[in-house]
């Protein structure tokens, strides 16, 4: 179907900035310019009249996890619960309404102990107390951290004479386990839960894919597959219900494996898999991130992983042409990644044009920016976390440190061709509340921190910056002939509104590939 937009501020994210019409047909723009010239060229086109709202590219989502975000939306949610009554009275709630099987694992999903009075965790009889019956597992928001009830420790076969996992912290006080499992030690013994199936995925997926419709992204990224999300990405694009553009990564470990499964044709090309990601440090709001300095009343935590690890991992990637994503919050962790970056882009020159990136880069240094310029490194910044934990850090790190975390302003000074994201399911993957966070740089105690920038370059970021993290600077970003017909609607021009006003903005619609795919 031909389409003709007018009535509204066009952003087009390119030269000229602002457009009067646009005119898309068969999934791509057309033409953009007067309204007459457009519809002498199609006649027949409908008419979608703006009403003063505003046009823009689609918002591409440059770091998420769509699989588990969308196995998150039926599950049991502590998204925002102050206390331990509340955590206890919400899973209650849960169980009277769903009636699982007495007995079967309970995951409950969106805790986040620094909300909770004093940051401390429940004890384990609390915790035993939450869901009498049920081995519980409560997954913190972050996933960097996770607590079990006794009930399912006694299941897992986890003693207070358990080690240590590599790489995580089973953590005891005076010698009794407390139920909570840090890191390496979470994710240990999270793989050995009950899974969802890959029919189970699927169903999942059709509901998360709306919910990213809602908030404006026409692409998105699953932060890692593994065979059943090959399956159910397949089995969705099969009955024709894949919309979304989803760009996959793949763990180091698990390369080799799904690389010779993995066939574009199977999703009709709407799942490409891009890149290779790993997880080097944990998260500063659990003081588990790797710094170089002590975090206020600790030490610096510790490396994921090795340096001749991390450099193998690099070269494997680079050798089956995957970009390199790395999760690295603390500049301890970041250093890693430049040092073993720089040592593999020596050896090759396809490392740096496969486009390495460095996801969350929270706490990365000035001279961090410039070594990551240097390389071609490209930083993804966690912009929300000011608003969402911008106190926890400076409690943690004081004012230097936690006032430049995500330092946006400091990397558009460089030229860095930087993105923001929401690591999905953290927190909701809200462009708006982004924009305005990279805009504003408020904490949720009204705290202003340093590094704010203008409304169109966080814009940039979302958009034209995006596409070119993803290789898809010629398709997507921005509103120009020949790009993809991907499209949001706000309720009001972004650039026309105070920054402070930019958390008031709606997604009224969005279109993927010229069909509109979702209106409020």
């Not at 003693?159 to 840090?182: A, K, S, Y």
């Not at 979470?186 to 059709?206: H, I, M």
């Not at 490409?272 to 170089?292: E, F, H, I, N, Y």
């Not at 999760?327 to 020159?349: K, M, Y």
Request: charged share 25%; hydrophobic share 40%.
């Amino acid at each position: 179907m031909t389409t003709l937009y007018y009535g509204g501020p066009i952003l087009t994210m390119s030269d000229p900035l602002y457009v009067p019409a646009l005119l898309t047909g068969d999934g791509k723009i057309l033409a953009a310019g007067e309204k007459d010239e457009l519809r002498s060229l199609a006649p027949d086109a409908a008419l979608v009249d703006l009403d003063g709202r505003a046009l823009l590219p689609g918002f591409i989502d440059p770091h998420s996890h769509l699989t588990a975000y969308s196995l998150a939306q039926n599950a049991c949610s502590v998204n925002g619960a102050a206390d331990a009554g509340e955590i206890a009275r919400r899973i209650r709630a849960y169980l009277e309404e769903k009636r699982p099987e007495p007995g079967s694992f309970l995951t409950v999903r969106g805790y986040d102990n620094t909300a909770l009075p004093g940051g401390r965790h429940p004890s384990l009889e609390e915790i035993d107390a939450f869901a009498p019956g049920y081995p519980l597992c409560i997954r913190h928001k972050t996933e960097h951290l996770g607590i079990f009830n006794s009930a399912a420790m006694e299941r897992l076969g986890v003693t207070p004479e358990t080690p240590d996992p590599p790489g995580g912290r089973i953590v005891r006080e005076d010698g009794r386990l407390t139920g909570v499992f840090e890191e390496g030690a979470f994710s240990r013994y999270a793989a050995l839960l009950p899974a969802a199936t890959a029919e189970d995925v699927k169903n999942a997926l059709l509901l998360g894919q709306q919910k990213y419709f809602s908030y404006g992204i026409t692409t998105a990224q699953d932060g890692m597959l593994s065979r059943r999300e090959l399956t159910a990405y397949s089995l969705l694009a099969g009955e024709k219900k894949l919309l979304l553009d989803v760009f996959g990564n793949v763990s180091a470990r698990g390369r080799d494996v799904l690389l010779p499964l993995y066939r574009p044709e199977d999703t009709g090309g709407k799942l490409r898999l891009l890149s290779q990601k790993s997880v080097l440090d944990g998260s500063p709001q659990l003081r588990t991130a790797w710094m170089t300095k002590p975090y206020l009343g600790g030490d610096c935590y510790r490396a994921g992983v090795s340096d001749e690890w991390l450099t193998e991992a690099m070269r494997g990637a680079a050798a089956a042409g995957l970009q390199v994503l790395c999760h690295c919050n603390g500049d301890a962790t970041i250093d890693q990644f430049l040092r073993c970056a720089e040592t593999v882009e020596r050896e090759t020159v396809r490392f740096r044009e496969l486009r390495p990136v460095i996801i969350h880069a929270q706490f990365m240094r000035g001279d961090q920016l410039a070594r990551a310029a240097a390389l071609g490194v490209i930083p993804s910044f966690f912009a929300a976390h000011v608003y969402h934990w911008g106190d926890v850090h400076l409690a943690n790190l004081g004012w230097e440190r936690a006032a430049h975390c995500s330092p946006a302003a400091s990397a558009l000074a460089l030229g860095l061709p930087f993105t923001f994201h929401q690591d999905a399911p953290v927190i909701e993957p809200d462009m708006i509340e982004t924009l305005w966070c990279a805009c504003c740089r408020l904490t949720k105690s009204g705290v202003r921190f340093e590094e704010a920038i203008s409304p169109l370059d966080a814009l940039r970021a979302v958009t034209v910056n995006a596409a070119y993290s993803y290789f898809e600077e010629d398709r997507k970003g921005t509103l120009a002939p020949g790009r993809d017909a991907d499209l949001v609607l706000l309720s009001a021009d972004p650039l026309a509104v105070r920054p402070e006003d930019l958390r008031s903005l709606r997604v009224e619609a969005t279109v993927k590939a010229g069909e509109t795919v979702y209106s409020r």
